[in-house]
């Protein structure tokens, strides 16, 4: 996806602020690069196109339109640098009287290598350094009376300020204590102004219940024409869903200065050590296409996982053996599941199917950045009717798995699905409870890593399963080491996971049992042999 905003009718373009950059930049020197020391600074073409927009779209009064910019883009972008260089540009260039510039990074490391930045530019720069005073956090224009603030958003005291411009560095990351507070205080803090400016820029990350994903749903739905917002300012640059990972036309596309910041030999290799090894999978996507990931590592690689796909027989080859089914439930409006495990030639075979609410459906796509409608179309997601998954939908297809299959066991989490089992109790259901915690999941858990690890499991190639299992992180206890599944530490939806690893636990003890049971019995045939 690669979106920008257009410049409308009803606005007019001032290549003014432009020149004015262009000639700042002429007298800025590289600093880390093979032409530190070269004096005069090209941006990238991308960053222009972005310049362009924000600084050089007029409303008819003169004033920019622009006021807030959501800029989205991966990694090794050269966005750093372009804030930077932003920054000194609103200080100096401007024209905006008494400018008040306030760059807050995610923690105060990064507000100190920010500030050491814009340091060593105007310490390299003999225009800069003529006009700036160099302060312990800030940097001063007297020629202006400017300021231009470098903080941490952790630490900064947040009110009493009029602030030109406000820029938000890997919003992201902004998910401590205070991180809502901080942004509130900030983008309510520059009504003073008449063309106060506020960027956010930052990488995608793995938490959607953040304040930048919130943000770039929004600025999504402006570009998609859903909301209108004539004053908001969006260039997003990520890979969809769909998207090959390791094309190199989705790079490309996903990465506007790739071959300049980052070579495309180390993309390549940033990609093939990702193919090779499943745990940097989810960090390459997230930095690298801007892809929204669940865990930094899943607790099962995805590659293993996907060739235990079953081709040689189908689901109704297995039809009239022992099932035991385990079952999920929602608590809202997210994801159920409910998973059938059938074991065949000491195989377990994994029958899933997930459900979500039909009003919910587009919704959950965009939170999710995962092709809902698509798996709904295809037959690997159900959408059931109203906003919550009714459990008498549950209950019926209990029933289709009962004509098929038979039912031996339906394990429940009983937090929230006393009501179903009861039904289904006295409808002559064998149901029982699996309690969601150290002591029932850590076995059940490991078991089902072990099957993966052994190529004991098979599966149909279910997409929503498939995307739980991708997701799947543990949480560890600390005075046991037993794990179980995380959902807080997967980001990310695993519903289908934890049915798959309650139903395969139902069906290995029960295929234990039946060992133990056989094994005795050859034991006593062979004792009343010698007897006789």
Known sequence: MAKKGKVKNQYTFDEQPLIRFANFLQKIRYIDTEKAGDLGFELDEYQWDILREVLGCKKANGLRRFKRCALALPRKQGKTTFVILLCLFLLLVDEEPRPLIILAAVDKDQANIALQMAKDYIQASPWLSRRIIEKQNELLSPSNNGRLMIVSSEGLKLHGFNPSAIILDELHGWVKARAQEAFDALTTSQHARQQPLLFMISTAGTDTNTIWFRELQYARDILAGKKENDSYFAFIREAD??????????????????????????????????KDRPEKQNAFKRLYLNLWTTAETSFIAINKWLKLKETEITIEDLHGLDMYVGIDLSATKDLTAIVGCVVKDDLFYLIPYGFTPAAYLLEHEQRDQQPYSQWVESGHLIATPGPIVDQRVLRDYIDILAKDFKIKDIAFDIALASQLMLELNERKFPVSKFKQDYSWMHTATTDFESAILT??????????????????????????????????????RIDLAIAAIMAHDKANRARIQQSVKSTSRKKSSVRDFMIF
């Open 455 to 492: 190529d004991r499991i098979r599966h149909f190639d279910n997409k929503v399963l498939n995307w739980c299992i991708e997701n799947l992180a543990i949480t560890r206890e600390t005075s046991t080491d037993r794990i179980r599944p995380s959902k807080r530490l997967s980001k990310q």
């Open 241 to 274: 869903p769909s998207d090959d990972w390791t094309d190199p036309k989705v790079w490309h596309k996903v990465n506007p200065a790739l071959g300049k910041h980052i070579a495309l030999d180390t993309f390549e290799q940033l990609c093939q050590e990702a």
